[in-house]
């Protein structure tokens, strides 16, 4: 008999594990305890040599679902005396090793209690237990400790206090445990109303105002959401001309009903297994539905772009669900181009001229995280926004940081990511920096994570474009800067996600990105790895006449396309030939390589769209109206300075030869462009012999070329790297200027 002591990292912070080993312990009869230790767990016991190993064995083995717990010290130990196992009160570390917990949706205990009149919890629309409910929003500092959450405005009752301190009990050491008795409480208000709804009768309150066709503000675990009858034409209309949101997709948010919870959703969509596996995880995202979806608002799923459909996940969605019986618009509560809101004032305030009720409570939201995307791509989990549940995504790569490392990202689809020893941490979804209240929060998640990681960052990595708003931050610090460009870091993201130790080829397409000679690149094709990638692929370059308006502007692209053919293909928008002019003397008129350009080029000429009222709308358009046509064109390839360019000029001609129909010319772009990708591959890896083929960059959420492409390749025997965790758009440029830093100093 002897003791010992294990030390355990990973996800082990909020996720029910001290209980876990308390009764685990006290299964094998041991004495001891376990206990915090500023991110990692401490466990020291006495017990025979054999005996020890099994139960080491079974922390890991039996650990609770959502934990995800790694073995990182077991070794004799100073003998302790007997008594009971304990859970000892937390420490801080010399050495923290913080994973800081994401928020878990309502566990299946949980939804059985909220849904059963007999029980103490009865629609309380906070109920939780250590297997869910909020983490990361309500933490301020770790170790995860009630007094350190926003929680610790609720002292608990009688009753919570007892299955606090149970060891039998599911709740025992769960740090947001509440009832009606003593936890958060909720209330409802019409706009102008004087006297609040509360508690139940606020649920009732909100469905009701929803069944009238009103727009509710509702606030949920990690900021709020604008919700309407998603059945309700006139009310979804009210929502899209109120937010200034006229085309791009809306969220809506489906009952959970039947033996799966799925019974409401398949009454309106035939969903694959992968999507029902997706819409049922513990994440509970937003999942992109690309087939036909019956029985919503038409105004819901305009332009045949499908719908973001997503099942409850926090137990206020469930109970109003379960009254309204119908499925309910779920979109960001936010201004144009702001993060999601958090502040009850604010809210009430700012969404006045949004909202007609207001659906609150008095838990504080310490950091916003807005709900996470998916599609499914290849039959597989794609992400394309981070989010609740998701993040901090905290990865493991490998050799250490020489020192403490910001990304600060790029400009739109922010996320921040720290690089510290072997580690990462990515951010949730901040958005675009072009407000100022979207820097307010950069500049707060920055600290935020410092603070609770307990690290200290000596160095900043930026974009090499100076003008983002990013950039002018990182340049005022009183830290080095080093600037990275945006390709690399698209490529160094997707390699590092697949910790990669040999050369691949990395196709980044996208908007734009500056580029290394100045140009405003988007079609690149990069041979290496982080810290050594070099183009050797790329696409014939045109101009864009207007410099920054050509994202909302589809035909600008289209226009310029045209001019460089000798043909002028949107006259209705250049009336007075202004434009070309500036064009022809080069004047905001720079030169770009962009496949994303290109497919607003498309887009604009077929008709599909010519003004956008959101980032991306013409390539996501033009992909929803593509045919079942195979046919494809080869695009010439030519070496310029040991670049392949592929020219895109018979391609666009093709787009105007109105003998195919527009959904067969959408379907011919897309599949000339998946050709274009093998051929360059092909004669890239005739070169140099790799034969790894990574796909990145904004233009790959399309999920019919990703497809396409991935046959192709796969056809040709290379194998193909697609993103896991990290969105291949800019959400994950963050991720790889860490990377491609950190190759620099191994190089």
């Known amino acids: 008999m002897k003791t010992y002591r294990v030390v355990i990292d990973g996800h082990v912070q909020g996720v029910g594990f ?10 094998y009869q041991f004495s001891g305890w376990v206990k915090n230790l500023t991110g990692t767990v401490e466990v020291v016991f006495s017990a025979e040599l054999r005996q020890a190993e099994r139960f080491v064995s079974d922390i890991v083995m039996r650990a609770p679902a959502i934990a995800q717990p790694h073995i990182v010290g077991f070794a004799e130990y100073d003998a302790i005396t007997g008594g009971q196992f304990v859970i000892a009160k937390s420490c801080q570390s010399a050495h923290p090793h913080i994973a800081l917990p994401p928020d878990y949706s309502v566990c299946k205990d949980c939804i059985k209690e909220l849904r059963d009149p007999e029980n103490h919890r009865y629609q309380y629309p906070f109920i939780n237990c250590t297997q869910c409910g909020p983490r990361y929003t309500i933490i301020k500092q770790l170790p995860y400790d009630r007094p350190v959450t926003t929680m610790s405005d609720f002292p608990m009752c009688v009753v919570c206090e007892q299955e606090y301190h149970d060891p039998l009990n599911r709740r025992f050491d769960a740090q947001p445990i509440a009832c009606p008795d003593c936890g958060p409480i909720l209330y409802f208000y019409l706009k102008n109303s004087e006297e609040p709804r509360i508690e ?28 309407c009858d998603a059945t309700n034409e006139a009310a979804v209309q009210k929502l899209r001309a109120r937010k200034h949101r006229p085309d791009k997709p809306l969220a809506v948010m489906f009952p959970a009903t039947g ?45 045949n772009q499908g719908v973001g459909a997503m099942l409850p996940y926090s137990p206020l969605h469930y109970c109003v669900l379960d009254q309204f019986k119908k499925p309910m618009v779920a979109t960001s509560a936010n201004l144009l181009g702001e993060p999601v809101m958090t502040l009850n004032d604010e809210v009430t305030l700012r969404l006045s001229s949004i909202a007609d009720g207001f659906l609150h409570h008095n838990r504080q939201i310490e950091r916003p995280a807005d709900d996470p995307v998916y599609r499914l791509v290849n039959q597989q989990p794609y992400p394309i926004r981070m989010g609740r549940g998701v993040s901090p995504l905290e990865l493991s790569v490998g050799e250490s940081f020489p020192e403490a490392v910001l990304a600060v990202g790029a400009f739109t689809k922010n996320t921040i990511a720290i690089g510290w020893e072997g580690r990462v941490v990515l951010s949730p979804h901040i958005g675009d920096l072009s407000s100022r209240k979207s820097m307010q929060v950069f500049a707060q998640m920055i600290e935020d994570l ?13 974009d090499a474009h100076t003008g983002y708003s990013n950039s002018l931050w990182a340049n005022k610090q009183p830290l080095p800067v080093t600037t990275i460009y945006h390709h690399q870091a698209h490529a160094s993201a997707l390699y590092a996600e697949h910790q ?78 202004l434009l070309k002019q500036a064009w022809e003397k080069q004047l905001n008129s720079p030169e770009t390589t962009a496949i994303g350009r290109l497919f607003d080029a498309a887009a604009a000429i077929l008709g599909v769209c010519q003004v956008a009222s959101f980032e991306g709308q013409g390539p996501a358009q033009l992909e929803a109206c593509c045919s079942d ?23 666009m001609m093709l787009m105007l030869d109105e003998s195919y129909s527009v959904e067969d010319r959408a379907a011919i772009f897309h599949n000339s462009l998946a050709y274009c990708v093998l051929n360059m591959a092909c004669l890239q890896r005739n070169v140099s012999g790799v034969s790894v083929v990574g796909l990145t960059g904004g233009v790959f959420q399309n999920r019919r070329l990703v497809e396409l492409c991935t046959e192709l390749l796969k056809d040709k025997g290379f194998r193909v790297l697609l993103p896991k965790q990290v969105p291949c758009n800019d959400s994950g440029i963050a991720f790889g200027q860490l990377m491609e830093w950190r190759g620099r100093q191994y190089e």
Not at 270 to 298: E, F, N, T, Y
Request: proline share 5%; net charge negative; hydrophobic share 40%.
């Open 18 to 27: 001290r209980p876990f080993i308390y009764r685990l312990a006290h299964s």
């Open 200 to 227: 139940r009768d606020a649920i009732q309150g909100a469905v009701d105002a929803l069944n009238q066709g009103l727009i509710v503000a509702m606030k949920g675990i990690g900021g709020y959401h604008l919700c």
């Open 259 to 303: 033996e799966d919870e799925l019974s409401t959703i398949e009454d309106h969509v035939s969903l694959s297994s992968g999507q029902k596996v997706l819409l049922l995880s513990a994440v509970r995202p937003i999942v992109v539905i690309d087939q036909p979806v019956q029985g919503l608002a038409k105004s819901v799923t305009l332009l």
């Open 450 to 462: 410092q603070a609770l990681y307990q690290v200290t960052v000596t160095r900043i990595l930026c």
């Open 500 to 577: 990669r130790v040999s050369l691949v080829m990395m196709f980044t397409w996208d908007g734009v990105g500056l580029g290394q000679d100045g140009l405003l690149w988007g079609g690149e094709l990069m041979l290496g790895k982080p810290g050594q990638w070099r183009r050797v692929g790329s696409m014939r370059s045109f101009r864009l006449p207007g410099n920054d308006k050509v994202a909302r502007q589809p035909w600008r692209s289209a226009a310029s396309i045209g001019w460089e053919m000798n043909l002028d293909l949107m006259p209705s928008y250049d009336a007075n030939g």
């Open 629 to 651: 046509e195979s046919y494809y064109l080869e695009l010439p390839i030519v070496d310029q300075q040991g670049v392949n360019t592929f020219d895109w000029q018979p391609l």
